[in-house]
């Protein structure tokens, strides 16, 4: 007989669920038909639906009609896809040779493959991620093996930017540490740097010898394209290590077919060759190719001319719909005012999680415990309704 235990399954220790998942299940199971569902950032248009852009409808039926095979494409997936969103993301850099890319599942996996290929390159880095953040990125960072050092982001009092705690958490890093950033459309608070502040963060960045790592899941939804990525072009400006992950899943509305890229960009045409030999791997190792359809979609929207100008025609609907609402929100109460002056689909209301959780259960509004909540998650309908129980609370 063993004297000692045999490993199992039933010693994993329980894991708290990811909030924003949680979230997703508690509005599904509520019956109440008159619930809002704040809380996940998926677009819904002023009847409250989450629309297929026509530019994708046009393109899948094209796909449809052209794609003769779904043999496997390899672990880089749609390389057409990644080239032509080249000029939309690197902007002037769209040409550097140093910069190589590939399509991943998601923008998630795009971040995920990023922190494995600096955790291979440097396992003593440690990453900078201001809070709050995105809930998946510190786990992610941690489960490449990295350390995660937290700063304050955010002044939830003054809604603002606590950049005096960014720039002394970056001042204070060591060479190689990473910079986690919000390429645009901060989530959770809409708080995004302003071009000040990219350029000072990126000069000492920079200066430091930070690695740049750009979560630029949000593109075009907060100021426009080009604006939205001015923050990572300058960084690209600046930096010869940078990586970008991208996800067209907001800005094309293919949320659930995770379509996103990785760019990854060193010194020189031959480091970045070697860096993407081991993301190939990594990429094969977890998923092996990423699913093609999504990625199949965007690439037959972007190469025909007429679906790209409809594309970037519905993504400004898109994005002039958020900046309304925000504007709606904004004048209904002065202490929601701070609400326009942010951008892309989230804010934190200033609320505690008893009010948060009373609305829930009072008036089967879902929003994350934070208070962050999708401006654009309800339909016309159902704002003033959502304003005026958000005003109750905040009366207290
Ligand atoms: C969100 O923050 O709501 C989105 O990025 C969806 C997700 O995967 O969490």
């Not at 955010?154 to 970056?170: G, S, T």
């Amino acid at each position: 007989m063993l004297d000692t235990v045999q490993p199992s399954l039933a010693a994993l220790p329980p894991v708290e669920s990811d909030s924003l998942l949680a979230l997703i299940a508690l509005c599904n199971a509520d019956p109440r038909p008159e619930k809002i569902d704040v809380g996940v950032g998926v677009y819904r248009d002023a009847v409250g639906n989450t629309p297929i852009l026509r530019s994708v409808k046009k393109a899948e039926k094209l796909l449809w009609e052209r794609q003769r095979s779904k043999g496997y494409l390899g672990s880089r997936g749609d390389v057409r896809f990644a080239q032509l969103l080249r000029p939309i993301v690197l902007g002037r850099h769209a040409d550097d040779a140093r910069i190589d890319t590939l399509q991943t599942p998601g923008g998630c996996g795009a971040v995920r493959l990023g922190l494995q290929l600096i955790a291979a390159a440097n396992p003593a880095a440690r990453v900078l991620i201001g809070t709050p953040t995105w809930p998946n990125h510190p786990p992610m960072a941690e489960g490449c093996g990295l350390e995660v050092v937290r700063y304050p982001f955010y002044d939830a009092d003054r809604r603002v930017v606590r950049f005096d705690a960014m720039i002394a958490a970056l001042e204070t890093a060591r060479p190689g540490d990473v910079a986690l950033l919000h390429g645009c459309c901060h989530n959770p608070t809409g708080a995004d740097l302003d071009p000040q502040q990219w350029h000072t963060v990126t000069r000492i960045v920079a200066e430091r010898g930070l690695f740049p790592l750009i979560d630029l899941a949000y593109q075009g939804l907060g100021r426009g394209l080009d604006e939205d990525a001015e923050g990572a072009r300058g960084i690209l400006d600046a930096c010869d290590e940078a990586i970008i992950a991208q996800s067209c899943d907001k800005n094309f509305g293919m949320y659930r077919d995770r379509v996103g890229t990785l760019f990854v960009k060193t010194a020189d045409r031959d480091s970045t060759a070697k860096a993407m030999a081991h993301v190939l791997q990594m990429a094969r190792e977890m998923w092996s190719m990423p699913p093609d359809h999504g990625a199949a979609t965007v690439r037959t929207v972007l190469d025909d001319e007429a679906l790209a100008a409809d594309w970037r025609a519905e993504l400004a609907t898109m994005r002039e719909r958020i900046n309304t609402v925000r504007a709606e929100i904004a004048r209904a109460d002065p202490r929601l005012a701070y609400i326009a002056g942010q951008y892309g689909m989230f804010s934190m209301l200033p609320l505690t999680l008893e009010q948060v959780r009373a609305l829930r259960d009072q008036h089967a509004i879902y929003m994350a415990d934070s208070g962050r909540f999708n401006v654009v998650g309800m339909s016309d309908d159902a704002l003033p309704r959502f304003i005026a129980a958000v005003i109750e609370a905040m009366d207290g």
